[in-house]
């Protein structure tokens, strides 16, 4: 079965601190690549996905992410982070070709703590 | 808003007692789908569905559970002889392309 990880559970920044989490999944066909956000007490957000392409992903709020095939990770980052940015993040990955996405495969999450 | 409507949003039942939760999908999104997801994890694949047509199902999804999506619009999610382990919060999804819109989810607590 397919398997995502999310090495880091709990990571803690100051504002402006630089931020990287890790995503690592195991399958070794085409995948789809997504990063989602919780913030407190609301639904899970879309920050950005991977299809084809340019390897290094933008999304919204200033987030990139980076797909590096050989390595099988899709790692988020951000220059620099914000109070607002306090959330848990989660790793997904789909398999297969096309454009309809069937089952996506998530990992445990990553909570975020921006102190200000 | 992202327009995924699920009800109830919290639900505390018996031991032993069926509840139903209800999916409401963004109106133009052909394809829905249930999740699962407790604390200090992922959500989890329950099913999906294109259409009224339930094209994936997770072993997770036990013979306590039933979806359905009869004209291709709500779903339903039914859990009969609730267990403690099934204590979760229930997530709805709709998509169209390839995007997936979650819901709010749906807590239950089973007693």
């Known amino acids: 079965a397919q398997s995502v990880s999310q090495h880091n559970h709990h990571v803690i920044l100051s504002e402006a601190a630089s931020l990287e989490l890790g995503c690592n999944y195991s399958?070794?066909?085409?995948?789809?690549l997504f990063w989602y956000v919780q913030y407190p007490g609301q639904h899970l957000q879309l920050l950005l996905k991977?299809?084809?392409?340019?390897?290094l992903v933008k999304g919204i709020k200033g987030f990139e992410a980076e797909f590096i095939k050989s390595k099988f990770s899709f790692n988020l980052r951000k220059p620099s982070v914000q109070w607002s940015d306090t959330a848990e993040y989660f790793c997904?990955?789909?398999?297969?070709?096309?454009?309809?996405?069937?089952?996506?495969?998530f990992g445990r999450g990553t909570q975020l703590t921006v102190w200000p | 808003d992202t327009g995924v409507s699920q009800d109830p949003r919290h639900k505390i039942t018996k031991r032993g007692q069926n509840v139903t939760f209800r999916c409401d999908p963004i109106?133009?999104?052909?394809?829905l789908y249930w999740y699962r997801q407790t604390l200090g994890q992922g959500p989890e694949f329950l099913t999906y569905?294109?259409?009224?047509?339930?094209?994936?199902k997770s072993r997770l999804l036990s013979d306590r559970f039933s979806a359905e999506r009869p004209k291709g619009s709500f779903s339903t999610l039914e859990i009969q002889r609730t267990e403690q382990g099934d204590s979760a919060m229930y997530l709805c999804?709709?998509?169209?392309?390839?995007?997936?819109?979650f819901g709010e989810g749906s807590w239950l607590t089973v007693v």
């Open positions: 999804a709709s998509g169209s392309g390839n995007t997936i819109y």
């Open positions: 569905f294109q259409n009224e047509a339930q094209l994936e």
């Open positions: 991977y299809f084809s392409g340019d390897p």
């Open positions: 399958y070794g066909g085409t995948v789809n």
């Open positions: 997904a990955v789909n398999v297969g070709r096309g454009s309809t996405l069937g089952r996506l495969y």
């Open positions: 109106s133009e999104h052909n394809r």
